[in-house]
């Protein structure tokens, strides 16, 4: 079994995730070089997870060694010129979301993977619950019907010290609020299951929190298969709940959690005269995973030792962000937005507020 070598860029809390999920695959992948800016978080991470090599820099790590694999869990305005400086030296990238600050960005950093040979994927851990796969290869099954609608509600709560830190609550270093930070992996596991999205409608209002960006948004999304989504994104919800949603013909799936799920969080409620199929479909498919670094990080390693691609990929990584950006785009000029709208001349391709918040 091969053996890969990762190095952590930025040493904070999302990167002992990073390293708590690595120290439990030590057979299949090994932290070799870290990096950070702050000289004793770095010291001290490099201490804890016994790091043999830790640099200040990026550039410098780069110089010195070569890891297969670089996990980015800096904050979201430092991602794109380091995920490209990665993968232009052919270094394979797993980025902490949210990946970029704009569609611009993504694009770059596609170029850059092209140029590179090199791979780049991103932290949505919630598609890799063992009961999102059960639903995602239900989608389709007669026994189930064809979907029909869908809600997918991140309603959290942050206090307003949570934004003092310098780089949150800012359209220029954060791209956007929890329409960008939060709600995102909820949403992002939405559109794993129901598929390319063809249109969005929605809000956005800055209601409670000192920030430049919104607290709140709400979207109506249409997909291709023609189910019509409700969407919102919320840090002024007290009581905190990430509740998805999918009623197809013949039966309801829900999933009830807030920031990580097991197969005990879903339910199942199948339309009169269907309970048998439903059931039936339902009882198939894995189980026993948890949504979590852990379940992504595996299948990461996996592909990377089939020469496959990481998920999650580029392609699916910008179906996720674009519908972000449409988001922003309907909100702030109360038009539909279709797929494929925000092409280089928008000026929602290269910032999510495009030329603005109504607010600022």
């Given at each position: 079994?091969?053996?890969?070598d990762s190095?952590?860029v930025?040493?904070?809390?999302i990167?002992g995730?990073?390293?708590?999920?690595?120290?439990?695959q030590?057979?299949?992948?090994?932290?070799?070089?870290?990096?950070?800016?702050?000289?004793a978080?770095?010291?001290?991470?490099?201490?804890k997870?016994?790091v043999?090599?830790?640099?200040p820099?990026?550039?410098?790590?780069l110089?010195?060694?070569?890891?297969?694999?670089?996990?980015l869990c800096t904050?979201?305005?430092?991602h794109a010129?380091?995920?490209?400086?990665?993968?232009?030296?052919?270094?394979?990238?797993l980025?902490?979301?949210?990946?970029?600050?704009?569609?611009?960005?993504?694009?770059?950093i596609a170029?850059a993977?092209?140029?590179?040979?090199?791979?780049?994927?991103?932290?949505?851990q919630?598609r890799?619950?063992?009961?999102?796969?059960?639903?995602?290869r239900?989608?389709?099954?007669?026994?189930?019907?064809r979907p029909?609608?869908?809600?997918?509600?991140?309603?959290w709560?942050?206090?307003d010290?949570?934004?003092?830190?310098?780089?949150?609550g800012?359209?220029?270093?954060?791209?956007?609020?929890p329409t960008?930070?939060?709600?995102i992996?909820q949403f992002?596991?939405?559109?794993?299951?129901?598929?390319?999205?063809?249109?969005?409608?929605?809000?956005?209002?800055?209601?409670?929190?000192p920030?430049?960006?919104?607290?709140?948004s709400?979207a109506?999304?249409t997909?291709a298969?023609g189910?019509?989504a409700?969407v919102?994104?919320?840090?002024?919800s007290?009581?905190?709940?990430s509740?998805?949603?999918f009623?197809?013909?013949?039966?309801?799936v829900?999933?009830?959690?807030?920031?990580?799920?097991g197969d005990e969080?879903?339910t199942?409620t199948?339309?009169?005269?269907?309970?048998?199929?439903?059931?039936?479909?339902?009882?198939?498919?894995?189980?026993?995973?948890r949504s979590?670094h852990?379940?992504?990080?595996?299948?990461?390693?996996?592909?990377?030792?089939?020469?496959?691609e990481?998920p999650?990929?580029?392609?699916?990584t910008r179906?996720?962000?674009?519908?972000?950006?449409?988001t922003?785009?309907?909100?702030?000029?109360?038009?539909r937005?279709?797929?494929?709208?925000l092409?280089?001349?928008?000026?929602?391709?290269?910032?999510?507020?495009?030329?603005?918040?109504?607010?600022?």
């Amino acid at each position: 079994m091969a053996t890969f070598d990762s190095a952590i860029v930025g040493t904070g809390e999302i990167a002992g995730f990073h390293a708590a999920s690595l120290s439990r695959q030590a057979t299949r992948s090994r932290i070799v070089a870290a990096t950070d800016i702050d000289r004793a978080a770095l010291r001290a991470f490099g201490e804890k997870w016994s790091v043999p090599a830790l640099y200040p820099d990026l550039d410098t790590l780069l110089a010195a060694t070569t890891p297969d694999l670089v996990h980015l869990c800096t904050p979201p305005g430092l991602h794109a010129a380091q995920a490209v400086t990665a993968l232009r030296r052919g270094v394979h990238v797993l980025c902490e979301k949210p990946p970029v600050l704009s569609l611009a960005q993504l694009d770059e950093i596609a170029e850059a993977a092209a140029e590179g040979g090199a791979t780049f994927a991103t932290v949505f851990q919630h598609r890799f619950g063992s009961r999102a796969e059960a639903l995602r290869r239900l989608v389709g099954d007669p026994r189930l019907g064809r979907p029909t609608t869908a809600v997918c509600h991140t309603l959290w709560f942050r206090p307003d010290e949570y934004f003092a830190v310098p780089w949150r609550g800012g359209w220029d270093v954060e791209g956007g609020g929890p329409t960008m930070g939060h709600g995102i992996h909820q949403f992002d596991l939405l559109l794993s299951i129901m598929g390319e999205w063809r249109e969005v409608v929605a809000v956005a209002a800055r209601q409670a929190k000192p920030t430049a960006t919104e607290d709140l948004s709400c979207a109506i999304v249409t997909f291709a298969n023609g189910a019509v989504a409700t969407v919102v994104n919320s840090v002024v919800s007290p009581r905190e709940r990430s509740y998805l949603r999918f009623d197809f013909e013949h039966a309801t799936v829900e999933l009830d959690h807030v920031y990580g799920y097991g197969d005990e969080d879903w339910t199942v409620t199948a339309a009169p005269g269907h309970a048998q199929d439903v059931a039936q479909a339902w009882a198939g498919g894995p189980t026993g995973v948890r949504s979590g670094h852990d379940a992504q990080l595996g299948a990461v390693l996996d592909a990377l030792a089939a020469g496959t691609e990481p998920p999650v990929s580029l392609t699916d990584t910008r179906a996720t962000v674009e519908l972000i950006a449409a988001t922003y785009a309907s909100a702030f000029t109360g038009e539909r937005v279709r797929a494929g709208d925000l092409g280089p001349d928008s000026p929602f391709y290269r910032r999510m507020d495009g030329t603005g918040a109504p607010w600022s």
